[in-house]
């Protein structure tokens, strides 16, 4: 089945720092990646939407220049948390989607969990 | 913004049950699918389920689709303890291309 890698799948560092979180889609071309946040017990809640070659679409609330993204290749997507505060902990998912047609599930990574201290 | 509801928020029940879950959504859809998160994990695709359709087996999968009540049902025959986890439908929505998730079931299977 397709495959999505996402790395890292822990980071615990310092308020202020900058966290880069790579998807990637490891069996197939993915022009169009999700990222969501999830906090303890509840649903993922999507972040934005990630298209290869262009601007990445944010949902209502989500600051752009706080979570940057990029989709340089038809397999990667990089979400980067800059100058993280502990406000900003949370389990990050990445997921990725065939090209082409509708009707097609997503396929997810596993997660990265993100401490800021 | 979530859209999907779903009920109930937790169920425990005893190995060998069946477990059923529901989703309520808003808007027409494209199809609903649904997966499955273990705690900590990413979420796994179980089955997806398109507008025409009605009901669809995987396995020990049922799911079921009434789009005239916006809603939907998984159904676990012969639950086992490895099948507990969180369990979220999502819909794609027409003329969009995001999922839209529920806020989960939490399953526990118990031994």
Known sequence: GAVVSQHPSRVICKSGTSVKIECRSLDFQATTMFWYRQFPKQSLMLMATSNEGSKATYEQGVEKDKFLINHASLTLSTLTVTSAHPEDSSFYICSARFSGTGNQPQHFGDGTRLSIL | ?111
Not at chain 2, 58 to 66: A, I, K, N, P, Q
Request: glycine share 8%; net charge positive.
């Open chain 2, 1 to 111: 913004s979530q859209q999907g509801e779903e009920d109930p928020q937790a169920l425990s029940i005893q190995e060998g049950e069946n477990a059923t879950m529901n989703c309520s959504y808003k808007t027409s859809i494209n199809n609903l699918q649904w997966y499955r998160q273990n705690s900590g994990r990413g979420l796994v695709h179980l089955i997806l389920i398109r507008s025409n359709e009605r009901e669809k087996h995987s396995g020990r999968l049922r799911v079921t689709l009434d789009t005239s009540k916006k809603s939907s049902s998984l159904l676990i025959t012969a639950s086992r303890a490895a099948d507990t986890a969180s369990y979220f439908c999502a819909t794609d929505a027409r003329g969009a291309q995001k999922l839209v998730f529920g806020q989960g079931t939490r399953l526990t299977i118990n031994p």
